[in-house]
């Protein structure tokens, strides 16, 4: 059973950079396609970014040239890095396995709070 610990989320101005991490336990990580979603205040799921077990990234258009997803498998750690952060970038952010999102087992997630 894979658990996913997520952490670093927070409060801060616009402009200012955060970093997600998300730990894989319970689960051979190297082998698994990881995803970032969020979801806004009143709004939808949306995904953030993924990246597969080989190393191919994809992102949101909203996020593109800003936010960057990574992995260190020898951690089981997946990270999204998040510069030039927006208000509008004030989301729960849930790290997931694509596998669980396509399945629709969500964790609690981590709160990312972007101040004006």
């Known amino acids: 059973q894979v658990q996913l610990v997520e952490s670093g989320g927070g409060l801060v101005q616009a402009g200012e950079s955060l970093r997600l991490s998300c730990t894989a336990s319970?689960?051979?990580?190297?082998?698994?396609?990881m995803t970032w979603y969020r979801q806004p205040p009143g709004k939808e799921r949306e995904l953030v970014a993924s990246i597969t077990s080989g190393g191919t990234t994809n992102y949101g258009d909203s996020v593109k040239g800003r936010f960057t997803i990574s992995r260190m498998n020898a951690k089981s750690t997946v990270y999204l890095q998040m510069n030039s952060l927006r208000p509008e970038d004030t989301a729960i952010y849930y790290c997931n396995t694509y596998a669980r999102a396509v399945a629709g087992y969500w964790g609690q997630g981590t709160q990312v709070t972007v101040s004006s």
């Open positions: 319970g689960t051979i990580f190297r082998l698994l396609d």
